[in-house]
């Protein structure tokens, strides 16, 4: 397994002793003075924390229904009833609130009037989609059928306003098209990723191959226990692949949860076994004068001689579903499937391979051993496990798993439906940030109809948003700077020895802008802050989100003139050379604000006399 270098980060911190010193000499015009309440005692800020919920309501045909009103939903949390501060009915993609008009009615405009021009769309009701190629699992011949109709669906359905990235992984998760609306860049995206080598047909091999080594020791020595251990480390590989795939799948979405509008992620893939090896405990079970399925168990194993004598510990078959379940990632698949709905994802599984058999092979290419491979018994278990955790991860966020369809176009129209008409729900519930799991239910009071949505979410602890919200800035360059914080880049250094750059990023912050309290009678002035730092290669590869606490101290007597100044602070970065992105998040803790930057960053690129402000 081949791993990508990740940038290394190291911290310049200053003497907050002396915070005078971290002051900046020339500071700007001063500021309009601030609130007297930023610089006294306060009580707790308390960050309002809204839940949102899409909802899809269909009639007993599939019919789209959107004549609704909040009255006719029944919203709970963890099986108490919620009060909903927010509804909006999303109809073609737009909102359409109840509106109430008074006065008499607008004259209506003649023919010779210039037409007003549509006003551009809200990003908070635009659709945000990544599609999502699992090269691992995924086979050349079925990508090339799946993304030909994906670009094909995309070209004619993007709306403007609407945007799409596309993303691939394989050894490590590849940004081909970031965030865009052009049509023409998407489409060029997807036709390069059809150039990417697919590797779904090695996991095919590696079970053959696993099967081979199991079925030759056991000719030798039948059910000899040793001979479950090729089984066990194909196992074992198949899970690590498993959970690359479930980690890359992560990182997106946390990246999402700063993206306005309608997020949704399209997972293209073979399907990834949720108990990998299960099919081939069930063959070496069989083998063994057993099976998987529940049976009587009979009282020792009387029949051991008749399956190769007591020459040594045999491996006994109805231990083998016990076994297979020590490799299981449903529940990575159904953690994943919570993060997405606290980030507000709505996955959508489409299963490229279609109607197929078992792993898209005939009959002919297995010797007379490797066809115990294709009884009905072992295609099942491994079909259901390649299903399993597509389904889960659809239903558990209110998607759809798109199963065993070869024509594409209807399944993806049906998505189309879920971007253009749903009901929107926010209430505001009783916790924060608690990381729990919490049940959402909605009901409709009219009856014969079905909803749709996602039926559960993890509160995340504010600390886990602002590390997502930092990807969002990193991955898709979506800022927001509340504090103003201003970024510029100092001389990089070269360290020979390590072959990296050391790259100063200066952070420079209004101390306005900053809630500084005094704790006690006459004593000093004190604030938090936290920062947070990613860095992303011109490859893709990203680093972890780092973070470190800076505590702020101001004398009482220096207060007044510490207003107008700004407090400076200097991330060193240790960088390959190239193209970089850094991204950086300030945290001001008792404020409960929080400032996201992302700058690009040439990294051992000719220094000019002066640093160089990143605006870019």
């Not at 011109?538 to 220096?558: A, D, F, M, N, Y």
Request: hydrophobic content about 40%.
């Amino acid at each position: 397994m081949r791993s990508r270098p990740l940038a290394l980060l190291s911290f310049t911190l200053a003497t907050l002793a002396a915070i005078p010193l971290a002051l900046a000499a020339a500071a700007p015009p001063k500021p309009p003075s601030p609130p007297a309440q930023s610089l006294t005692s306060f009580g707790e800020v308390v960050e309002v924390n809204v839940v949102n919920v899409e909802v899809y309501v269909t009639d007993r045909d599939g019919k789209r229904v959107t004549d609704l009103k909040r009255e006719d939903f029944v919203l709970s949390e963890d099986g108490k009833p919620v009060e909903v501060t927010n509804f909006a009915i999303f109809s073609s993609g737009h909102a359409a609130p109840a509106l109430t008009l008074t006065g008499p009615a607008p004259a209506v405009p003649s023919a010779a009037a210039p037409a007003v021009p549509a006003p551009p769309p809200d990003p908070e009701n635009a659709l945000s989609l990544v599609v999502f190629l699992d090269d691992l699992h995924l086979r050349p011949e079925h990508r090339t059928k799946a993304v030909e109709q994906i670009r094909a669906f995309l070209a004619r359905s993007i709306r403007p306003g609407d945007r799409v990235m596309i993303a691939a992984q394989d050894l490590g998760m590849r940004l081909l098209q970031p965030f865009t609306e052009d049509g023409a860049a998407i489409d060029a995206a997807l036709k390069k990723a059809e150039g990417v080598t697919a590797q779904g047909q090695l996991g095919d091999e590696a079970r053959r191959s696993a099967f081979r080594t199991m079925y030759a020791m056991h000719s030798v020595n039948p059910c000899a226990l040793e001979n479950v251990r090729p089984i066990e480390t194909y196992a074992a590989e198949t899970r690590d692949e498993a959970l690359r795939t479930v980690n890359a799948l992560k990182v997106i979405i946390n990246s999402l949860s700063g993206v306005p509008g309608h997020r949704a992620l399209l997972f293209v893939s073979d399907g990834i076994s949720v108990t990998p090896g299960e099919e081939l405990f069930e063959v070496l079970s069989e083998l063994c004068g057993g099976s998987m399925e529940p049976t009587e168990l009979s009282s020792g194993n009387s029949d051991r001689a008749a399956r190769g004598g007591d020459d040594g510990a045999k491996y006994n078959p109805q231990q083998a579903a016990l076994d297979a379940q020590r490799y299981s990632v449903a529940t990575r698949f159904e953690d994943l499937a919570a993060h997405a709905s606290a980030n507000r994802v709505t996955l959508y599984t489409l299963q490229a391979s279609g109607l197929q058999g078992f792993a898209g092979g005939a009959a002919a290419d297995f010797d007379p051993g490797e066809r115990r491979l294709l009884s009905s018994m072992v295609q099942q278990i491994q079909t259901s496990n390649l299903k399993g955790s597509l389904t889960a991860l659809a239903v558990d966020t209110g998607g759809r798993a798109m199963l065993d369809v070869n024509d594409l176009g209807p399944e993806l129209a049906r998505m189309q439906e879920d971007f253009e008409s749903y009901y929107s729900f926010g209430y505001t519930p009783a916790h924060h940030g608690d990381g729990k799991q919490h049940k959402v239910e909605v009901k409709v009071k009219r009856p014969g109809l079905r909803v749709r949505y996602r039926p559960s979410y993890r509160d995340k602890p504010v600390l886990e948003k602002a590390v997502d919200r930092t990807l969002t800035a990193l991955l898709h360059g979506i800022e927001d700077n509340p504090l103003e914080v201003a970024v510029e880049v100092g001389e990089q250094t070269l360290d020979k020895a390590a072959g990296t750059w050391a790259v100063p990023v200066r952070l420079s912050i209004p101390l306005y802008k900053l809630a500084i309290v005094n704790q006690q009678e006459g004593g000093s002035y004190k604030g938090k802050l936290r920062l947070l730092v990613a860095t992303r290669d011109g490859k893709g590869g990203t680093s972890p989100v780092r973070q470190v606490e800076v505590p702020l101290e101001i004398s009482r007597k220096e207060v007044l003139n510490a207003l107008g100044k700004h407090y400076l602070y200097t991330l060193t970065l240790k960088m390959a050379a190239g193209e970089q992105r850094v991204a950086v998040a300030v945290r001001d803790e008792l404020g409960a604000v929080t400032s996201y930057l992302s700058r690009a960053v040439s990294v051992g690129a000719v220094q000019a006399a002066a640093p160089a402000a990143l605006n870019n």
